[in-house]
């Protein structure tokens, strides 16, 4: 009987502060990473990342980045940078990055790059 009980608190207590299982799984969709990496894109865009001080644009938001997805934040950046950023700041430019992040060009971009780096979202 002391065995049993012994077993069962081991057991009780790994559970307890092995952590959320499902933690990893829960962003492993390409609609959500894709939506994410978007996200990042247009605060680069609006040179909010300028000094890599990137913040969720929601506070709440349940998923992360994956950290293979992340890598492709150098692609999307780069994406950006030869297609569509002046070289200058100016007026405008918030307008700008709001229609480049509506457009589908931008956001097929983000998703190939997601699937690139993200072999098991789905």
């Not at 939506?35 to 992360?64: M, S």
């Not at 492709?72 to 918030?94: A, E, N, R, S, V």
Request: charged share 30%.
């Amino acid at each position: 009987m002391k065995k049993f009980i012994l077993q069962y608190l081991i057991i009780a207590s790994t559970i307890m502060y092995a952590g959320d299982p499902f933690g990893e799984a829960r962003g492993v969709t390409n609609a959500i990473q894709s939506h994410i990496l978007a996200e990042w894109g247009l605060q680069y865009c609006l040179q909010y990342d300028k000094e890599n001080l990137f913040k969720p644009i929601e506070e709440n938001k349940p998923f992360d980045l994956r950290k293979d997805v992340a890598q492709g934040k150098l692609d999307l950046q780069k994406y950006l940078d030869t297609k569509y950023l002046p070289k200058t700041m100016d007026t405008p430019h918030f307008k700008h990055c709001m229609i480049i992040y509506k457009l589908e060009e931008y956001q097929a971009e983000v998703e190939r790059i997601v699937k690139k780096y993200c072999e098991e979202c789905k």
